[in-house]
């Protein structure tokens, strides 16, 4: 009884075109019609949501104001009194920050190469947008599928933007990413006979989607920790890194730790940095809701970029087309694409379909906003804000009953647990914040444009174009963690421990911000979201 | 908001504030001014860092739920579980087998269940726990596998077990077992991985790589769709 009866009046018009719509497909946009609506309603370009960096590596380059706010910021170590020149409190081959998918992909093929390999993450090992994909991950391990036609994929779902040696590290690497998740026990839908189960994604044009039910994420996440774990790695929790740190030639050698319980400072050492921080959507571009884990503040991005590592594609966030809507307390949360590829489909408020069910997510947010703001045929909502149907009923109608709980489990507790049963009534959505295209530049190897310092997962760019595909995140943090991993093991072994560690360019950073009049007083990385009540 | 919303008063940890109705209770830990930092991750039910406890005013009775999760209701004393120390046993994937024999060396304490239903009634996820363990006992590990699947290892079962089982560990291992040696591996992909890492691939792939914009937007557009 969690839908009003005004919600349940306008509900109707959904259940009488329902029957006429099972098994027909609506027409998919042409090039045209998609450079159109993106133009026009996509959040990326409207001008006023971006602003031109004022210093750093990239000073010129677009990004949006929230992420330019905490570009534009101080140090969070400036004025804190730091011996580096003591013996460090922790002193390892491979530091890794961050202790999601790519994190710990990173980890245990660094670990494998024989490196002393430390995990330090700013909440638990584990607490990551990893954790929330439910979907699926891409591969073209089918018969029908090469490495080559979902890199086409891949490149037609980035606008052509993506740089083709990221993407075609993504693609190839992918099979051998499904193939070490199965050798370490990940538990992937499959038939009988061992074959794995993959369905579509938008975007896609063969079936390469696999999932683990709509835990797809988590189980990946739960297996590559309990598998650092096994290895016996290091893993420090609750410790964000405040700022990198650079040895007397420039590189990165290691970084300041802040222990977020006792607000304690620590020192680590390393002869090569991993950042795998993740992505940004704490930062609410535009105000939008986000699916994003409460620790997605950018803070890997910051770090980086003042260490002078280069951006690619800063100004170029996803917004999911199914984000939560209501009951309110689903606000911005993620409803899996894996709904949409099981064939639920967005309706407007006369209960018909707009766009067709399977567009890439830039185009598929575009019409939905579009349908909302221009056409005005957005279903009001008790809350004030305007959505649109998710009609999962189709779900069962044409896959068969129980369809709902074998294959999304967790969207149907999560709709049960605040009073919608999704399998017979549908969902209202609205586009959510959800994903950075962009980031810090990276080359196959996953190296950063400075020495010593690699990036991978979220917190990387140019893989996914200015538009990533659904299931190639949770492929991306695994093939460029492993890369970044192996790469690092490789590059420490035959280094001295750094030398002259310092802060020299968090201290050049303070004094350019300074100099051009922006920053206003404010330190990243912010760390954690302020939800606080004002 | 379009409607007025009404205020509840709940209790955390025995302090009472007055928050609106409409808010899980990690919002509202929030509205009353809490900067989380333990008991909160995905805030979206899929992590299990916000176990949490409760007890309605006037009753006697302890109740579960993530606290992204839940709403608040009026009279609600509550506190958070964001962190509990259950043992995990390491082990070496390759040297151990699905058998009872294993598992007896890893986790000894599954075998002492006292069949009380504690760790199933205090389940957030509404998992069978104690049905888990029972077929962990007897071997079955493809249905412990399929019936634990959905744990968020929260670790509120294991707060309440009086034989110190940790079950979302346990449940696990039985996955990775099963995963590893019960369930088939697919062998078209076993295929695929061989012909990638000899390079048998790569013509295919280079020749996009290298190719134009125009011939890549041609190829993209024209491409064929699976049905």
């Known amino acids: 009884m969690t839908y009003t009866p005004q919600l349940r009046e306008l509900m109707k018009k959904v259940e009488e075109s329902r029957a006429s719509r099972v098994g027909v497909n609506y027409p998919r946009m042409t090039p045209e019609e998609r450079r159109d609506v993106l133009q026009k309603f996509h959040p990326d370009y409207i001008v006023d949501g971006f602003r031109e960096i004022a210093v750093g590596v990239d000073k010129g380059a677009r990004m949006p104001v929230e992420m330019a706010d905490v570009f534009e910021a101080k140090s969070r170590v400036s004025g804190t009194e730091l011996d580096l020149t003591a013996d460090p409190d922790y002193d390892v081959d491979v530091l890794i920050i961050g202790g999601g998918g790519a994190g710990a992909s990173a980890a245990l093929d660094a670990h494998k190469a024989g490196a002393n390999v430390m995990i330090a993450t700013k909440l638990r090992f584990g607490d990551a947008n990893t954790m929330m994909a439910q979907g699926g991950i891409q591969a073209a391990d089918k018969e029908n599928d090469t490495p080559a036609i979902h890199y086409l994929d891949v490149l037609g779902g980035g606008r052509f933007e993506n740089l083709p040696e990221l993407a075609r590290a993504l693609v190839m690497d992918a099979p051998l990413v499904i193939k070490w998740l199965e050798d370490m026990g990940t538990m992937f839908d499959k038939k009988g006979d061992g074959t794995m189960i993959t369905i579509h994604g938008g975007g896609t044009s063969r079936k390469r989607m696999h999932a683990a039910r709509d835990y797809t994420g988590a189980e990946i996440m739960r297996t590559l920790r309990d598998e650092v774990l096994n290895q016996g790695i290091k893993v420090v929790e609750f410790s964000a890194a405040a700022e990198l740190l650079l040895d007397s030639e420039g590189r990165a050698a290691g970084a300041v730790l802040l222990n977020l319980e006792t607000e304690q400072y620590e020192i680590a050492r390393a002869k090569t940095v991993i950042i795998a921080t993740g992505g940004s959507g704490r930062l609410h571009y535009r105000g939008f809701p986000t699916s994003n884990h409460y620790g997605a503040t950018a803070d890997g991005l910051i770090l980086g970029y003042r260490a002078g590592a280069k951006t690619i594609y800063a100004d170029s966030i996803q917004y999911h087309p199914t984000g939560g809507a209501y009951p309110p307390q689903l606000l911005g949360l993620l409803v899996t694409e894996k709904t949409r590829g099981l064939g639920a489909t967005p309706l407007n408020i006369k209960g018909e379909q707009f766009v067709y069910h399977l567009e890439t997510r830039d185009v598929a947010s575009s019409a939905i906003i579009r349908e909302c703001e221009e056409r005005n045929l957005g279903v009001p909502l008790p809350t004030g804000i305007t959505a649109v149907w998710l009609d999962s009923p189709l779900i069962e109608l044409t896959h068969g009953e129980g369809t709902v709980e074998r294959q999304l489990p967790a969207m149907l507790r999560q709709f049960q647990r605040f009073g919608v049963d999704i399998r017979k009534e549908p969902m209202l959505i609205y586009p959510t914040l959800h994903y950075q295209n962009g980031g810090l530049l990276i080359d196959a190897d996953a190296r950063s444009t400075v020495e010593n310092l690699y990036v991978a997962g979220e917190a990387a760019g140019g893989i996914h174009g200015t538009n990533r595909l659904m299931g190639n995140s949770l492929l991306d943090i695994i093939v460029f963690g492993r890369r970044a991993g192996r790469d690092a093991a490789a590059k420490s072994k035959d280094m001295a421990v750094p030398a002259g560690l310092n802060l020299e360019h968090a201290e050049a950073y303070n004094k350019a911000l300074e100099e051009s009049g922006a920053g206003n007083g404010r330190v990243s990385p912010i760390l954690l979201p302020h939800y606080t009540h004002r | ?227």
């Open chain 2, 1 to 227: 908001m379009s409607e007025e919303i009404k205020m509840v008063d709940i209790y955390i940890m025995g302090k009472k504030y007055t928050v609106p109705e409409t808010l899980t209770i990690m919002d509202a830990m929030e509205y009353a001014g809490y900067q989380l930092k333990r008991g909160c991750g995905c805030r979206a039910g899929f992590c299990g860092a916000c176990a949490t406890v409760y007890r309605m005013a006037g009753d006697y009775e302890l109740k579960v739920g993530l606290a992204c999760q839940t709403k608040v209701e009026d009279g609600m004393y509550l506190a958070q579980i964001p962190f509990f120390p259950g043992r995990k046993a390491a082990f070496n994937l390759e040297e151990i087998k699905p058998s009872t024999a294993h598992f007896t060396q890893l986790y000894p304490e599954v075998y002492r269940c006292l069949g009380c239903s504690s760790c199933t009634k205090v389940c957030p996820q509404d998992i069978d726990v104690m049905q888990y363990i029972a077929y962990i006992q007897r071997g079955d590990f493809e249905k412990a596998a399929d019936i634990s699947f959905d744990c968020l290892m929260c670790g509120l079962c294991v707060s309440r077990c009086p034989a110190n089982i940790v079950h979302y560990n346990a449940a696990l291992t039985a996955r990775r077992l099963y995963s590893r040696y019960i369930a088939k591996p697919d062998a078209f992909l076993a295929e695929r991985t061989r012909k990638i890492e000899e390079g048998e691939l790569d013509a295919e792939i280079d020749a996009l790589v290298t190719a134009d914009q125009d011939k890549l937007q041609e190829l993209y557009n024209n491409r064929e769709i699976e049905k």
